[in-house]
């Protein structure tokens, strides 16, 4: 399984930046519109955003992550 070597939070244009241990770079949108990214909680195997409206569920896997396009 390919694992994230680098992460980069970019709060400007909300989304998140993904290296990859096989060289790719990964460009994913985290934030829906007229909601802000407070923080990304990163776990072993993935990643969790809690959001200002309070919404803090759920944890996106690498492997789920890895997959979208």
């Given at each position: 399984m390919n694992i994230p070597i680098a992460l980069h939070r970019?709060?400007?244009?909300?989304?998140?930046?993904?290296?990859?241990?096989?060289?790719?770079?990964?460009?994913?949108?985290?934030?829906p519109a007229g909601v802000i990214l407070?923080?990304?909680?990163?776990?072993?195997?993935g990643v969790q955003r809690a959001f200002d409206d309070g919404h803090d569920h759920g944890?996106?896997?690498?492997?789920?992550?890895?997959g979208l396009r």
């Open positions: 970019s709060s400007a244009d909300s989304e998140l930046r993904i290296h990859w241990d096989d060289s790719v770079e990964q460009c994913i949108e985290l934030v407070q923080v990304l909680n990163l776990q072993g195997y944890i996106f896997p690498w492997e789920y992550l890895r």
